[in-house]
């Protein structure tokens, strides 16, 4: 089992940044592909941002390409996600994930087996 813990959640006001932080522990994180996921009020599940294993791979969704930058610091097991130029949009709960080792690079939450308990992000106008 992985278990996984997010924090830097919070309240901030549009145009502000957040760093949230994912920190993982009970089975090996590197070759591990991390992914960001977030669920708006009413809606399903959606991609945020990944990156692979050996973090020579990074992708985004749209609506946050540009603004949010994922990055890995595999000495403390721990991925994070910078949240720049932050919009009332963005406001939701965050989840990590974690797939199994060496699995192909995914956007896709049903090729992640491992996730933590959300951290909420709210942006106020």
């Known amino acids: 089992q992985v278990q996984l813990v997010e924090s830097g959640g919070g309240l901030v006001q549009a145009g502000g940044s957040l760093r949230l932080s994912c920190a993982a522990s009970?089975?090996?994180?590197?070759?591990?592909?991390m992914c960001w996921f977030r669920q708006p009020p009413g809606k399903e599940q959606e991609f945020v941002a990944v990156?692979?294993?050996?973090?020579?791979?990074?992708s985004y969704a749209e609506s946050v390409r540009g603004r949010f930058a994922i990055s890995r610091d595999n000495a403390k097991n721990t991925v994070f996600l910078q949240m720049n130029s932050l919009r009332p949009e963005d406001t939701t709960v965050y989840y990590c994930?974690?797939?199994?080792?060496?699995?192909?690079?995914?956007?896709?939450?049903?090729?992640?087996?491992?996730w933590g308990q959300g951290t909420q992000v709210t942006v106020s106008s």
């Open positions: 009970g089975r090996p994180f590197v070759g591990r592909g």
């Open positions: 994930a974690a797939q199994g080792l060496y699995r192909a690079h995914s956007t896709s939450r049903d090729d992640y087996a491992y």
């Open positions: 990156i692979s294993g050996s973090s020579a791979m990074t």
